[in-house]
């Protein structure tokens, strides 16, 4: 899949070189990262919710109890944007108007819909699998009731954007000869060392996705 997700609602109107909207670049941020944001209105008020989520194809996952409200309120169509942020870096000009990030996001705009029976049950695997590739195999899979008790959306990606900074400061040629520092601070997601359950069984062996961890994508630290 490789299409083309822009829209009149998702067409970039500030900075529009900084966007994208093919699938490839999208599926790329939506792979790395692991919260997004759900926006939605509700009665007149938004209300803006971070969860965990997974990608398959040009579906995204997110689930949650089945009594939220976030979940009740887009089951039953209402509107939905949804973004991720991977933030790169800072950028540290010599003014502070010219300040900025270096990152990578993504917004999405549809409709959820609720994934039943086995398409729930696939939902959570992509989940899992999201945030540790391997990990679905390895642990015990949802009882009927923890099942009953969970909701998982779906959500197309049908309208998206993509927008991206990377570089230096770009700083005004006045104020090049301004005495501060100024350059990029990077950033990266980078896993610590593995701190095992107090209650994990003697022997229990610590899996490779584990000890290997990394985002697809990510930058080492």
């Not at 590739?133 to 015990?140: K, L, M, P, S, T």
Request: neutral net charge; proline residues 7%.
């Amino acid at each position: 899949m490789n299409h083309d997700l822009r829209t009149p609602r998702t067409a970039l109107t500030r900075k529009p070189d900084r966007g994208a909207h093919d699938f490839e670049t999208i599926a790329a941020i939506l792979d790395e990262g692991l919260v997004c944001h759900v926006g939605f209105v509700a009665d007149g008020q938004p209300y803006v919710v971070p969860t965990g989520y997974g990608r398959e194809g040009g579906t995204l996952y997110f689930h949650g109890s089945a009594a939220s409200r976030m979940l009740k309120r887009l089951s039953s169509g209402t509107p939905v944007c949804v973004t991720v942020t991977l933030l790169d870096g800072l950028v540290l000009a010599r003014s502070a108007f010219r300040h900025s990030m270096n990152y990578r996001s993504v917004m999405i705009l549809g409709v959820a819909h609720e994934a039943k029976r086995d398409d729930k049950l696939h939902g959570l695997r992509v989940i899992t699998e999201h945030m540790a590739r391997g990990r679905w195999a390895d642990v015990r899979g949802p009882t009927e009731a923890e099942l009953k008790a969970t909701s998982v959306l779906k959500l197309e990606l049908t309208e998206a954007s993509a927008k991206v900074r990377r570089g230096p400061p770009l700083d005004d040629e006045e104020d090049l000869a301004v005495p501060a520092w100024a350059g990029q601070l990077p950033f990266a997601l980078v896993p610590q060392p593995p701190v095992p359950d107090e209650r994990l069984a003697a022997g229990t062996v610590l899996p490779d996705y584990v000890a290997r961890y990394r985002r697809p994508g990510g930058r080492d630290g």
